[in-house]
């Protein structure tokens, strides 16, 4: 037998709250649109998300990942290609 729970998770760190993780995407797009990559800064992102510096750091080691995942969000929700198109009329 076994001691091991098989529902344990694998790996040691903060298991990620979506709603943690939207907060603090929504508020990194809102200060970058405010004030620029001049005036963005993780403790800003912080205040507006409601969320700590720490846990921020815990995923995004740096604010230039930050900003790299909301322009990913945003490309994708700016690029919609409809699914009835057919192949060729989408390179046209």
């Not at 729970?5 to 790996?11: E, M, V």
């Not at 993780?21 to 405010?34: F, G, N, P, V």
């Not at 998300?49 to 994708?76: C, D, F, H, M």
Request: net charge negative; with cysteine.
């Amino acid at each position: 037998m076994s001691d091991e729970n098989p529902k344990s998770r694998r790996s040691a760190g903060a298991v990620r709250s979506e709603a943690s993780h939207q907060a603090i995407i929504d508020a990194a797009k809102t200060l970058l649109s405010e004030k620029g990559y001049v005036g963005f800064s993780i403790d800003g992102v912080a205040r507006l998300a409601g969320a700590s510096k720490p846990t921020i750091y815990r995923w995004w080691a740096n604010k230039a990942q930050l900003i790299a995942e909301v322009y990913e969000v945003e490309s994708a929700c700016a690029i919609h290609i409809p699914e009835d198109l057919e192949v060729s009329q989408r390179f046209l």
